[in-house]
């Protein structure tokens, strides 16, 4: 069997990966924000509608490695990238999906969700 998390994942971290800090207040209410590390990505999504208008928005992502998180964030938490193209920027977690690998992505959403 060929072990992902040793072999890529690790690795990737290691070398792509930007420092995030994660405010857990949805997932662990009361426990302090930490750093931990994360694979950004931003992109553009285009999408037409049934009608024909388009809807325009930003992908925006955090690739992690689920063995660098005692709790992996959960819808409602918030991440703020600390280094790299997003500096500052805070985001709201949409999502959290795990890939089954031992790799997760996060969606990251700029509005608070409802």
């Not at 009361?30 to 930003?58: H, I, K």
């Not at 992996?72 to 938490?77: H, I, N, S, Y």
């Amino acid at each position: 069997m060929i072990d992902w998390d040793a072999l890529v994942l690790t690795p990737l971290i290691q070398t792509l990966s930007l420092e995030v800090t994660v405010y857990p207040e949805i997932s662990r209410p009361g426990d302090l924000p930490y750093r931990n590390r994360g694979v950004f990505s931003s992109q553009p999504l285009t999408v037409e509608m049934q009608d024909g208008t388009v809807f325009s928005d930003q992908q925006t992502t955090l690739g992690v490695r689920i063995g660098d998180f005692k709790h992996l964030p959960t819808r409602g938490d918030r991440i703020k990238i600390n280094e790299g193209p997003a500096t500052g920027h805070q985001y709201w977690v949409g999502d959290t999906s795990t890939d089954g690998q031992g790799g997760a992505t996060i969606t990251l959403r700029l509005t608070e969700p409802t």
